[in-house]
């Protein structure tokens, strides 16, 4: 009598196991697309907890160096901040002043006008 009731109890406790096996795959599964959408798989290197300080502004300068180094600074920050290809012409924008930033709106009046090609990248 005893050993049915032990038997019994294996065969149920086996059969609660498989349930939560095959939900824990199914929640694993969610996790694996989840990391897909987000674009967080083991592959990619952790994010940094480095703080990653912002360009100085640029105001229009004639000087070649001013201009080179404007647009390395935007490049590392870029690189450093993991800033995806699609949204890099907008930041550059919030560092553009004076000059820089009236041509900056009058191009963007002119892509909308259709005058010139949109500048995306």
Do not use: H
């Amino acid at each position: 009598m005893l050993d049915k009731r032990v038997t019994s109890a294996i065969e149920e406790a086996s059969i609660v196991i498989d349930a939560v096996d095959v939900r824990v795959d199914g929640v694993q599964a969610k996790v694996n697309l989840l990391k897909r959408v987000v674009g967080r798989d083991e592959d990619r290197a952790p994010m940094s907890k480095v703080k990653v300080l912002d360009p100085k502004p640029f105001g229009g300068a004639c000087s070649t160096k001013e201009q080179e180094n404007f647009l390395w600074d935007m490049e590392t920050y870029f690189q450093a901040a993991r800033i995806p290809e699609a949204k890099k012409v907008s930041i550059t924008n919030m560092y553009l002043t004076d000059d820089a930033k009236l041509w900056w709106r009058t191009r963007l009046s002119d892509d909308a006008s259709g005058k010139q090609d949109k500048i995306e990248t």
